[in-house]
């Protein structure tokens, strides 16, 4: 099966001693597959089968993906981590450079690579990926800086059974989910498979790159009996820093060099593991360990892998890169603090500060071209509800998020890797988390790490820099699928005075637009006579009745629940377990159809 897929998604190259093109007909569509052996199900497939086939070039080729929608909704693709230097329009979110790309159309993504490492591609059009829109991107380096005798890539994933979009509508951002308890995935994945069983020879290097191409969950990956070498993190090379565990957040990447034993007599188990702090409720059926065995001797033994008690990982803050550089400093700063809270229609909603992402009607892209020169630069025109900032070009900017919320959260940041100046540790209480406090910083390293995925721990903060030479809209949100769904995005219009100048959008863009019935002019509400009018622009639902709380909700929820069965008021305040009471609400809920279109509402 998945021999057949590589077969199928093979590249045509018009081989060239240089630079070439690389070039993938992509025909879209619903297939089947269960790759967790426990249930098969709908999955969006590329050329009839699943999982989607890797893309692989080397630096400096042109890469053209060339897809064909056969899937009954829109679809898109986002090269993760590639800067788009001069190809925003090619970078893939929807509603932020491209329309989506409609059912029955043809769209092509045709860009020049000049960058070298590990990456992937997923959908960007809403939970899409998740039901398996998504695969690794691995962009080869004529001129490495290690040695080493294979290279080898290895996918980690968390993995549903039920459909993205359904979950999203009916179980997550609804009002039958206040506190908006993440949905739980029901396996880990290696590979898109289980038990994958790595043939290694002995006395060798593998270059492994590891990719989290998960919706959700971050996972701690070992391999019992080897130490390794972190040589790159998401396409940046690193300082050779030996470890034994990562902690690898999903769309974050990590290469490593591995040398097996110099004897063929055993087999050694290799773990995934998620994070289950991230989890709201474990349930039984959950699998969230997963082994695969570095296979030395086919005939030998397969062990269990060993129960370890502590995850002890290296922290990806003190990694240093080759290319040395110190901190960059800042020309101007957005700070914003993460929030999760519920909004009048009940649902839970993430923020930055008070402000929850809700899609412009006009992809944000197409209102920098269509815009009075003279106001492009003015972030008003971009919409109220979209987190927008207008940056001005050469700046350094620097990003301050704190976390106002228990969870952790990956943030990703679009056409850049950028400079991690600082990261707090978590704190533990809810009510006082650590805001920065840039009088009295903590911990800068003298030549800080760089990358594009970044994660924010529980109630701490992180501080990132980067430069603003490459003009483009760009999106920067948590990558966790579900809390983009809640909002937690921010729209950064780069430079666009010179986005006018240098990008031209394709005849085939448009037409998607067109085809799918999206305006493709004007400001964030779709306005073309006045920019700073924004009347009809989609704004979030409105804030709760003051002094409403999620815990009051369910009170609500659950009293309309008794009345409808007959059973009268109970109060529910002061239920000290309010995780469970939630629980009960959903599963009584299950019942009673409730109208609910929070889900489309991205
Ligand atoms: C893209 O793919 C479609 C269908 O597979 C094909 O008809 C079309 O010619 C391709 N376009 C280009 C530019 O190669
Ligand atoms: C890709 O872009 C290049 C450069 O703009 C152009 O010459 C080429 O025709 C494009 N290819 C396709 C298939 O769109
Ligand atoms: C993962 O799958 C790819 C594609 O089949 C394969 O080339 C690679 O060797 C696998 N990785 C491991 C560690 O088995
Ligand atoms: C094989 O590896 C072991 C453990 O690393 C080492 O002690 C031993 O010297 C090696 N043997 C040979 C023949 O290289
Ligand atoms: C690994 O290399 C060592 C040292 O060169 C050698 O003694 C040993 O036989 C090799 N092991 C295998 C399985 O080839
Ligand atoms: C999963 O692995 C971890 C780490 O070894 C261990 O603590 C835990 O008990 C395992 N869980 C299951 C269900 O095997
Ligand atoms: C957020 O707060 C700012 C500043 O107080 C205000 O201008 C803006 O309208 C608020 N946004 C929303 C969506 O409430
Ligand atoms: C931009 O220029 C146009 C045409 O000169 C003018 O009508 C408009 O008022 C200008 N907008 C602003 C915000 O200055
Ligand atoms: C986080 O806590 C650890 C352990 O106490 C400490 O070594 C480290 O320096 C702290 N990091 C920061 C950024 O404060
Ligand atoms: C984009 O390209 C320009 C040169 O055209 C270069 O100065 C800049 O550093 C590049 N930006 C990124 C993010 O690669
Ligand atoms: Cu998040």
Redesign the pocket.
Known sequence: MRLSTILLGAATAAASVAAKTVQYDWVVSTVTANPDDLYERDVVGVNGAWPPPPIVVEKGDRLIVNMTNKLDQPASIHFHGMYQNGTNEMDGPVFVTQCPVPSGSNFIYNFTVDQVGSYWYHSHYKAQYVNGFRGPLIVKDPDEPWDYDEDVYLTLSDWYHDDAFYLVKNEFLTLRNPTGAEPIPDAGLMNDTQNVKWKVEPNTTYKLRIINIGGFVSQ?IWFEGHDFEIVEVDGIYVENQKASMLYVTVAQRYTILLTTKNTTDENFPF?I?FDLNMLDNLPDTL???TTGWLTYDEDADFPD?????E?DFYDDFYLVPLEKEEPWEADTTITATVIMDNLGDGANYAFFSNETYVAPKVPTLMTVMSAPENESTNAWIYGSNTNAHVLEYGDVVEIVLNNGDTGTHPFHLHGHAFQVIERSNASDSDDDFITYDASNPGIINEYPMRRDTLYLRPNGYFVIRFKANNPGVWFFHCHIEWHLEQGLAMTLIEAPTEIRERITIPDDHWAACKAGGYSYEGNAAANTENYFDLTGEAVQPDPLPAGFTARGIVAMVFSCVSAFLGMGFITWYGMSELKTTEHEVAQVMGEIPLDDESGESK
Do not use: E, K
């Open positions: 701690y773990m593991s699998q969230y360990n892998a060993a129960v370890i008690d995850f």
